[in-house]
Structure formats: structure tokens, C-alpha cells
């Protein structure tokens, strides 16, 4: 490469050439980089060629070793590749060591992803988030990244042996770092102030909610969380067939029958080893999530690693604080899943879940009902009186419970319901006045 300034990180209409690197304990399988590949696309470049490379460590200079960086190199070349993208986390000085052997830009895993979350970043909310989780990769690699500055001895006629403060803190380069790391912290303070007061806000927004049943869509990227979103509520959710085509949080009421509804939450979708800097900025994002009463996981039935996914999705969730949220599982997208042998290994791991086609609609019914039953729990029979007066109590037991009789007496309102032990306890929450008949 002509310089070593890494700063276009992006790969969009670039041809790139991928590389994995496999330590000895991980799984055989057909595509190790496919993934990857997935991810290069959803960014806009042209996967051109694969490298893969199974080894019992990561070599310390060049992650891939010397005979491995060569065959690289001539991929590279005989491909016509602009871009190197790995499918590991490397070091800054991992990153240089490839780029100058290759004479091309490399790029790591996160930054990848990280590349993609920038593009895909619409409101206000969501780039604050991005940016924090970019400068928090960043900050740590600004040494590696300023290698192109000069190193001279500092001012005052100084030697090189007898500046002060030794090796490594001399000459203008240093002092560029010294500067640049200063301006990083500042504005990831900044920007943590900002999401932490959005943080608070979405808090707010979501105990606000506390009177409804909340249901949110979580999944794996591209299971198909938008679409099902928009079959289930009509909320008309941009869909496509890209990795995280959706980066914001989106909720909508969800008729389920008998005057009864749910609020339904589609938020971003997941992957296998996504960045902690991104789980930590979009914790906002993912409060929904985090609060909410059901979960769906929602699994493409027709993806060969649906299993693997299902994985992936339970680990970051448990991640989140929210591994032990009450989750049923719905397989999506059964109108084009061909594999019979994947479909019966689904359904023998699985047999308690759900299936569904947001395309064609098949299952929606049943997912509908499922939903209803968990919201009203198991029901208990009970007589209340409460004051005639209080319209917040009575409204919720008209969509909480399943009202057998009505009656006014003496200004009370006496209902006869079938209700569940948790909306029961939330209605003594919410209405001091609440007595038992009976």
C-alpha cells in the first residue's frame, strides 16, 4: 500500500477476498467463511475467493503465519481483490503486517460489522450508538493506526536516548496519538452522556407500559423478525434481504382477539459473535428486550445453521440480563424451507415450538393464540369489587382478563373474571381500592 493510514474502512463495490482462521477446537463445516461472505455483501462488496486455514494458534505478527500470508497475497492478486476481510478480531499490528505483505487494505470482523451498522443507521438514536461502538474499537488501535507519522527526537535539541520520557514517547507522532486519544475520550464521554440519557428515556417509555403485555421479536439477522412484524401488526416495517437490514426498535399494538391486545416489539437482530462495543451502545435499543414479558425467537427454518443460530441468539440474550425471559421459539419462513432431513432435526430438538410463514400466513393463528394464552397465564376465577369511578382499573381488567358478569352496586363495580396471577398482582399495583368478593 502506498500509505498506511487506515481511513476509509468501508467496502462498498469493492472486491474482497476473505479469510478464516479455525483453532483446533472448532467444528468442521461445508463453508467456514459463509457467514463472512453474508456480512461482506450486506456491506456491498464482491466476495471474489475464500481462504481458510485451520491452526492450533493465532501466530502472534500475521495471524495466518508467513507460507499462508504469501498464498494470500497471490489470491489477492490473481483475484484482482481491493480488499482483505478476515473472519477473526486482529491486532493493530496484525492489520499493518498483512497490508504491507498484501499492498492492500484488511479488515477484521468487527470492523466489518461495525461498517454495516454505520450504513444502516437511519435516526438520530441509532448513529450515537454506532459511533460510540466505534470509537470504543478504535481508541484502543490509535497507536498502530498513527505507525505512518514520522518519529523524530523531541524539541530543545534533545537526543533520541535522552528525551523525555523514553521509548515511545517522542517526536510529533506520539504527540498526534497523545492528541487524537484525548478528542476520542472526550467524545465517547459525550456520547455516553447522550445514549445514557436516552437510556433513561427508554426506560421511562418502557415502565409507561407496564398496564400492557409486551412481546418482543428477537432472532437471528434476517430470520425474518420485520416481516412477521409487519403480517402480525401491518406496522409496515422496512424488510430485505440483507444482514441487519434494522437497527431501530420498533412497537405496535397487536390485536389478539376478544377485545385483548399486545404491545409487539421488533428490534435488531443478532449474530454470532457480534461486538461487545455494539451489545453495550444498542443496551438502549434493546431495552424492549430486556423488559419484556415474552420473548419470540424467531429462527429461519429454511437456513442450513438454524441450529447454530438458535445458539448464537441465546448466548447474547443471556448477554443482555435476559436469558431467563419467558421465550417461545417460532420458525419462520416455512413456505420456502426445502430440507426435509433440517425440518425433522427441528422439530425432534424443538417440539414445543411454533411454525409460521410471514409470507404466506401460514401458522399466524396459531402463534396468535399461543400469545393470548401466555398473556392471560393460567386464569384463576375470581369475584372483584372496585370503585364505579376508577375507569384506569376497569379498562384493564377489559383487556387483561376475560370478564364473565358486571354489576353496579352501592358505586362499586363488581367483576366476575377469569384472570391470570400476574395481571391480578399488577391491578393491586395500579388501583389501591381493589377488594375480593366472595
Given at each position: 500500500m502506498a500509505t498506511?493510514?487506515?481511513?476509509?474502512?468501508?467496502?462498498?463495490?469493492?472486491?474482497?477476498?476473505?479469510?478464516?482462521?479455525?483453532?483446533?477446537?472448532?467444528?468442521?463445516?461445508?463453508?467456514?467463511?459463509?457467514?463472512?461472505?453474508?456480512?461482506?455483501?450486506?456491506?456491498?462488496?464482491?466476495?471474489?475467493?475464500?481462504?481458510?486455514?485451520?491452526?492450533?494458534?493465532?501466530?502472534?505478527?500475521?495471524?495466518?503465519?508467513?507460507?499462508?500470508?504469501?498464498?494470500?497475497?497471490?489470491?489477492?492478486?490473481?483475484?484482482?481483490?481491493?480488499?482483505?476481510?478476515?473472519?477473526?478480531?486482529?491486532?493493530?499490528?496484525?492489520?499493518?503486517?498483512?497490508?504491507?505483505?498484501?499492498?492492500?487494505?484488511?479488515?477484521?470482523?468487527?470492523?466489518?460489522?461495525?461498517?454495516?451498522?454505520?450504513?444502516?443507521?437511519?435516526?438520530?438514536?441509532?448513529?450515537?450508538?454506532?459511533?460510540?461502538?466505534?470509537?470504543?474499537?478504535?481508541?484502543?488501535?490509535?497507536?498502530?493506526?498513527?505507525?505512518?507519522?514520522?518519529?523524530?527526537?523531541?524539541?530543545?535539541?534533545?537526543?533520541?536516548?535522552?528525551?523525555?520520557?523514553?521509548?515511545?514517547?517522542?517526536?510529533?507522532?506520539?504527540?498526534?496519538?497523545?492528541?487524537?486519544?484525548?478528542?476520542?475520550?472526550?467524545?465517547?464521554?459525550?456520547?455516553?452522556?447522550?445514549?445514557?440519557?436516552?437510556?433513561?428515556?427508554?426506560?421511562?417509555?418502557?415502565?409507561?407500559?407496564?398496564?400492557?403485555?409486551?412481546?418482543?421479536?428477537?432472532?437471528?439477522?434476517?430470520?425474518?423478525?420485520?416481516?412477521?412484524?409487519?403480517?402480525?401488526?401491518?406496522?409496515?416495517?422496512?424488510?430485505?434481504?440483507?444482514?441487519f437490514a434494522t437497527l431501530d426498535t420498533l412497537t405496535r399494538r397487536w390485536p389478539l382477539g376478544n377485545g385483548r391486545f399486545a404491545l409487539l416489539s421488533d428490534t435488531v437482530g443478532f449474530i454470532r459473535n457480534l461486538p461487545h462495543h455494539l451489545v453495550a451502545s444498542f443496551r438502549a435499543t434493546l431495552e424492549e428486550t430486556i423488559h419484556a414479558d415474552l420473548l419470540l425467537h424467531v429462527v429461519d427454518a429454511s437456513n442450513p445453521d438454524a441450529l447454530e443460530h438458535v445458539t448464537a441468539v441465546t448466548g447474547v440474550l443471556a448477554d443482555l440480563g435476559a436469558g431467563d425471559r419467558r421465550t417461545r421459539l417460532v420458525f419462520n419462513k416455512l413456505d420456502v424451507a426445502e430440507d426435509g432431513a433440517l425440518l425433522a432435526v427441528l422439530r425432534d430438538r424443538h417440539p414445543d415450538a411454533l411454525w409460521v410463514s410471514a409470507h404466506t400466513g401460514v401458522g399466524l393463528d396459531t402463534l396468535q393464540t399461543a400469545v393470548d394464552l401466555a398473556m392471560r397465564g393460567e386464569q384463576q376465577r375470581v369475584t372483584l369489587s372496585l370503585p364505579a369511578a376508577d375507569g384506569r382499573a376497569q379498562y384493564f381488567l377489559e383487556r387483561f382478563a376475560e370478564v364473565v358478569d358486571r354489576r353496579f352496586e352501592d358505586g362499586r363495580a363488581i367483576f366476575d373474571v377469569l384472570i391470570a396471577p400476574r395481571a391480578l398482582s399488577h391491578l393491586h399495583g395500579m388501583a389501591a381500592d381493589v377488594q375480593h368478593e366472595g
Open positions: 498506511e493510514v487506515r481511513e476509509d474502512l468501508s467496502v462498498r463495490q469493492e472486491r474482497a477476498l476473505l479469510v478464516g482462521v479455525l483453532l483446533g477446537g472448532a467444528p468442521l463445516v461445508d463453508d467456514p467463511v459463509a457467514e463472512l461472505a453474508e456480512l461482506a455483501k450486506s456491506a456491498g462488496a464482491v466476495v471474489v475467493g475464500r481462504v481458510v486455514q485451520r491452526r492450533r494458534a493465532y501466530h502472534p505478527a500475521s495471524c495466518v503465519g508467513k507460507g499462508k500470508l504469501e498464498e494470500i497475497r497471490q489470491r489477492a492478486d490473481a483475484y484482482d481483490a481491493d480488499v482483505v476481510i478476515f473472519d477473526n478480531d486482529l491486532t493493530p499490528s496484525q492489520i499493518r503486517e498483512i497490508e504491507r505483505a498484501t499492498e492492500r487494505k484488511v479488515l477484521d470482523r468487527s470492523e466489518l460489522i461495525l461498517d454495516i451498522f454505520a450504513s444502516r443507521a437511519r435516526t438520530h438514536e441509532a448513529r450515537l450508538q454506532v459511533e460510540l461502538a466505534q470509537l470504543e474499537y478504535t481508541a484502543p488501535r490509535l497507536r498502530g493506526m498513527w505507525t505512518h507519522l514520522e518519529r523524530i527526537a523531541g524539541a530543545g535539541g534533545a537526543t533520541g536516548a535522552g528525551v523525555v520520557g523514553g521509548i515511545g514517547t517522542r517526536g510529533p507522532g506520539e504527540s498526534q496519538i497523545e492528541i487524537d486519544r484525548r478528542l476520542v475520550s472526550k467524545r465517547v464521554a459525550q456520547l455516553q452522556r447522550q445514549i445514557a440519557e436516552i437510556d433513561r428515556r427508554k426506560v421511562r417509555e418502557v415502565r409507561a407500559r407496564q398496564d400492557y403485555f409486551t412481546v418482543s421479536l428477537v432472532g437471528y439477522t434476517n430470520a425474518g423478525k420485520s416481516s412477521l412484524m409487519n403480517a402480525l401488526t401491518a406496522a409496515g416495517a422496512f424488510t430485505a434481504d440483507q444482514l
